[in-house]
Nanobody, 120 residues
């Protein structure tokens, strides 16, 4: 099994910053991608940013220039640095990981979610 543990959410004023962290553990042979998704009330879950173990990244247009995704392959950890936060960034943020287990099977797992609230 592979598990994800997220941390770093909370309440922040517009224009502020937060840093989310997500650590993967368990029977990981090789991690392929880790990323962050978010789901606002009444909306579908959407991709925020994704990073491969090779360092390639992809992010939503709505967060480009404000959010930065980074990873530590040795620690199976991904970070999301969120700057210039806006009220529309308010959502539950979910970590996602995709890779191969020690037994050879593929895995895709989700974290439990961490709430980010941007409000004055």
């Amino acid at each position: 099994q592979v598990q994800l543990v997220e941390s770093g959410g909370g309440l922040v004023q517009p224009g502020g910053s937060l840093r989310l962290s997500c650590v993967a553990s368990g029977s990981i042979f090789r991690m392929n991608t880790m990323g962050w998704y978010r789901q606002a009330p009444g909306k579908q879950r959407e991709l925020v940013a994704l990073i491969t173990t090779g360092g390639s990244t992809n992010s939503a247009d709505s967060v480009k220039g404000r959010f930065t995704i980074s990873g530590d392959n040795a620690k199976n950890t991904v970070y999301l640095q969120m700057n210039s936060l806006k009220p529309e960034d308010t959502a539950v943020y979910y970590c996602n990981a995709f890779g191969r287990r020690v037994d050879g099977g593929l895995f895709e797992v989700w974290g439990q979610g961490t709430l980010v609230t941007v409000s004055s």
